[in-house]
Nanobody, 114 residues
């Protein structure tokens, strides 16, 4: 059974930073592309960053240059370093292997105050 456990969210002022972590268990982590997603109130869930099994990264335009995704295969963990945070980054953040369907963790709330 796959488990996705996100952590590291919190309340931060605009311009601040947070580092999110996500531990993935019960899945072939090291050979999987892993994404970070977010869902703001009243909006659809969107992918903000993706890291391939080989370490290549891809970002949504809204976070490019501010967010950095990374992974530690030895720890089955993916990270999202978020810098220069903006109020519009406020959302619940989730991680998920790209090819995993129908399973989400509890997410971690990020709130950016202006």
């Amino acid at each position: 059974q796959v488990h996705l456990v996100e952590s590291g969210g919190g309340l931060v002022q605009a311009g601040g930073s947070l580092r999110l972590s996500c531990v993935v268990s019960g899945y072939t982590f090291s050979i999987s592309d892993i994404g970070w997603y977010r869902q703001a109130p009243g909006k659809q869930r969107e992918r903000v960053a993706l890291i391939s099994s080989g370490g290549s990264t891809n970002y949504a335009d809204s976070v490019k240059g501010r967010f950095t995704i990374s992974r530690d295969n030895a720890k089955n963990t993916v990270y999202l370093q978020m810098d220069s945070l903006k109020p519009e980054d406020t959302a619940v953040y989730y991680c998920k292997p790209r090819n995993l369907l129908g399973t989400w963790g509890q997410g971690t709330q990020v709130t950016v105050s202006s």
